[in-house]
């Protein structure tokens, strides 16, 4: 099977390629090889490509920066997807989008599924959600996972930050208010091929197992990080409450999601966060 993976230089495309099946000839294109920005430049560039599968992991992903830069979030996020899905179903070929839980709003207390209503507080969220509409009412053979607060070892996200900054302050405060669910970047992946190769349409949700505060998620990077020895120095971590840390854009105070169903359809465990993170921690203390 020939398969594209957009956003190259994202964590999840360097997961993708990492747990790609050794059956899959793989293609990974950035911006470079195609700016999805130009949208009248999407259609004519996959069907000459003509993949037999197409992973979107790229996208808008700037959350405060889409505040000022509507635009760009729309045409990245809305846009681009509505044309990959038109270039899909000319193809006939799979499509599996990445999207987000920023769809929903947080004021939820149960894990959202699937079904529930969406109500994104922001643009980043909105962009994303028009996507998926979009997306759906053009290719509806699509198959668009939701994910949230996804991290991996060695690349640009919260847990990488914690670990810059314990490495040289001795007290921190992170946000004790908002809810979600840490998700390895390596475990979506494999996630993501299941979805391919089963062909499974309509919208899915897939995050690790459990829940954690953005403070819990810190406190455990730290814990691990000085059983695992890649942290030698002592840390105080402290709570904050949201409002202590204004951000542009308004974050979703619950945003964990209900991943059974998905799970099932393509049997796959329950992966913990806390254990997803001793193995992408691992990875930071053992020499490649």
């Known amino acids: 099977m020939r398969i594209l993976v957009l956003g190259k230089s994202g964590q999840l495309a360097q997961s993708l390629v990492g747990f790609a099946p050794t059956q899959v000839e793989l293609t990974v294109w950035g911006r470079e090889e195609l700016d999805l920005s130009n949208l009248e430049e999407i259609v004519p560039r996959l069907l000459a490509h003509a993949p037999d599968g197409v992973i979107n992991a790229s ?42 839980d920023f769809v929903f709003d947080g004021n939820q207390s149960r894990p959202y599924q699937p079904g529930d209503a969406c109500s994104p507080l922001g643009i980043y969220g909105a962009s994303k959600r028009e996507g998926e509409s979009l997306l759906q009412q053009v290719c509806p053979a699509a198959a668009i996972v939701r994910t949230a607060w996804v991290y991996r070892a060695g690349s640009n996200n919260f847990m990488s930050t914690m670990l810059r900054l314990m490495a040289g302050r001795d007290e921190l405060g992170v946000v004790a208010d908002q809810v979600g669910a840490p998700t390895s970047s390596d475990n979506l992946a494999q ?5 391919l190769e089963r062909r499974l349409s309509g919208i899915w949700h897939y995050s690790d197992a459990g829940a954690a505060s953005w403070y819990d998620f810190a406190c455990a990077i730290y814990e691990e990080s000085r059983q695992q020895h890649v942290i030698e120095r002592d ?37 913990h966060w806390q254990q997803a993170l001793r193995e992408q921690i691992h990875q930071l203390s053992s020499p490649h």
């Open 59 to 100: 996208a808008y992903t700037a959350v405060d920066r889409a505040e000022q830069d509507a635009d760009a979030a729309y045409r990245l996020n809305r846009d681009a997807v509505k044309q990959l899905g038109l270039a899909a179903a000319q193809m006939g070929c799979p499509l599996v989008h990445v999207s987000t």
């Open 235 to 271: 840390v105080v971590i402290r709570p904050l409450k949201t409002e202590q840390y204004p951000t542009p854009a308004v974050r979703p105070a619950y945003s964990v999601l209900d991943s059974s169903a998905l799970r099932d359809a393509i049997n796959w465990p329950a992966i």
């Open 191 to 195: 996630v993501l091929w299941r979805v």
